[in-house]
């Protein structure tokens, strides 16, 4: 409830974006704390953040708009570590496992990971859902805790983000979900930035997805993102710098919890899909150029057991048993090539909706998710398939799940008769700070 003692009126603020007008910095200030406190309610928070879905904010608005998120709660200080810090930050896509084998493998080069992650929401997996189908881990450290595991133990830690940290994206994050206003590029460069800047990391390599699979569907749109999340960063004195890549089609071999687990720990030791390791390896080496160590041979710490060696450690320091089985699930169904000829496209947004539906994801927060749900992928786009062939193993605890989980695959597989030119790279562009 407005009280006398506040600075400002929520509707106020709210008409000012519904008519096209910028918000005056201490009104911003105002607008997120009183959110954070209660004192704006949902309602009224729906309404702003739909208007300016419609209406944008200019860049002063945003960096504005970062750091009072950013200020809601509290903030990681890892200046006392002897060694520097690098971050990975991925808007969200389908099969993205990248920071379970990155940030053992970035340790490897006396550079800290604070990979403070989250859960999936939708069709995006969540690092958090992942790992924990490892038996025994346990997302929930505090900041002496993560502090320990950089300086004396594995060098990367991956846990979940404090409750303390950005709490206003916390809620209006989750008021984003289910009002339609995700898919706005102020609302995600500020939520984003504002948790990583509060995390404390001196570098920061952004992984922004487009596709069908990503919030952003068309490159523009992520080259916009991604430019505007570098500004962010380097304004708050973070090295921060993007790769584009590739989320038309799922990344890897599996989507889904302990699936994509099976497939990091490949990578881990060696082997892996080519698009995870290049992948891996492409934003580590950015990692590492930021943390000022360009000339170091990444993909060695993959083939020789470093980085499977700060896996393990890193794993078990949290309560988990890295070597125990993972998690199966109890049935499976396979898709077939209905003709012959070669695929030419498998699509990151049916896969994705396919795994969530199975089982691999949650419909509303705080639900529990199938450790073992998900999809197994046998061919990629361009691969060659005899009519018959297994093209996806679907996996579920709940058979009942089948039907409308086959559903969401509807149109998503194209076969053709040529082989196709066109296979997207996984890397689609850059984006940098002026002076990285
Ligand atoms: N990830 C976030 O943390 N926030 C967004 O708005 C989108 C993706």
Redo the contacts with the bound molecule.
């Keep these: 409830m407005l009280t006398k003692t506040e600075a400002f009126d929520a509707v106020d603020v709210i008409r000012i974006k519904r008519d096209g007008g910028r918000i005056p910095d201490p009104m911003i200030d105002w607008v997120i704390d009183a959110y954070t406190r209660g004192v704006v309610t949902d309602e009224q928070m729906s309404a702003l953040a739909m208007a300016i879905f419609l209406r944008g904010m200019d860049r002063e608005e945003i960096v504005r708009w970062t750091m009072a998120m950013m200020n809601s709660g509290e903030r990681l200080n890892f200046s006392k570590l002897t060694k520097p810090t690098a971050d990975k930050?991925s808007?969200?896509g389908v099969g993205d496992k990248i920071t379970l084998p990155l940030a053992p493998l970035v340790a490897c080069f006396d550079v800290a990971v604070p990979q403070l992650s989250?859960r999936g929401l939708g069709h995006t997996g969540g690092t958090l859902d992942k790992l924990e189908s490892i038996p025994g881990w346990d997302p929930n450290l505090d900041s002496q805790q993560i502090f320990e595991m950089l300086e004396n133990g594995p060098g990367a830690v991956i846990c979940a983000a404090t409750s303390g940290l950005a709490p206003a994206?916390k809620k209006l994050?989750a008021l984003?979900d289910v009002t339609a206003t995700?898919d706005c590029i102020p609302?995600?460069a500020s939520?984003?930035m504002s948790?990583k800047i509060a995390e404390g990391t001196s570098a920061l390599v952004l992984d922004v997805k487009v596709g069908s699979g990503a919030?952003m569907r068309e490159l523009d749109q992520g080259q916009k993102l991604a430019e505007t999340m570098v500004a962010l960063g380097e304004d708050a004195g973070v090295k921060t710098s993007a790769l584009l890549t590739n989320m038309s089609t799922p990344l890897g071999l599996t989507v889904g919890n302990a699936l994509e687990v099976r497939e990091s720990v490949e990578v881990l030791a060696g082997g892996g899909p080519e698009d995870v390791v290049d992948l891996t390896v492409s934003l580590a080496r950015e990692m590492l150029r930021l943390a000022g160590k360009d000339d170091v041979d990444v993909r060695a710490a993959l083939s020789d057991g470093r980085a499977m060696d700060r896996w393990n450690q890193m794993i078990s320091d949290q309560g988990g048993d890295p070597f125990a089985p993972l998690p199966v699930a109890k049935h499976q169904e396979q898709i077939v090539a209905e003709e012959s000829g070669y695929l030419s496209e498998l699509d990151a947004w049916g896969v994705g909706i396919c795994a969530w539906r199975l089982g691999a994801g949650r419909t509303r927060q705080g639900e529990a998710v199938q450790a073992g749900a998900g999809v197994e992928i046998h061919a990629k786009p361009g691969d060659a398939v005899k009519k018959g062939d297994p093209l996806l193993t679907l996996h579920t605890d709940t058979p009942e799940r089948f039907k409308r989980s086959i559903e969401a695959l509807d149109g998503a597989i194209k076969i053709s008769s040529d082989r196709p030119t066109d296979v997207p790279q996984i890397i689609l562009g850059r984006a940098f700070g002026s002076d990285n």
């Design positions: 930050h808007t969200g989250g994206d994050y984003r995700v609302l995600i939520s984003i948790k919030f």
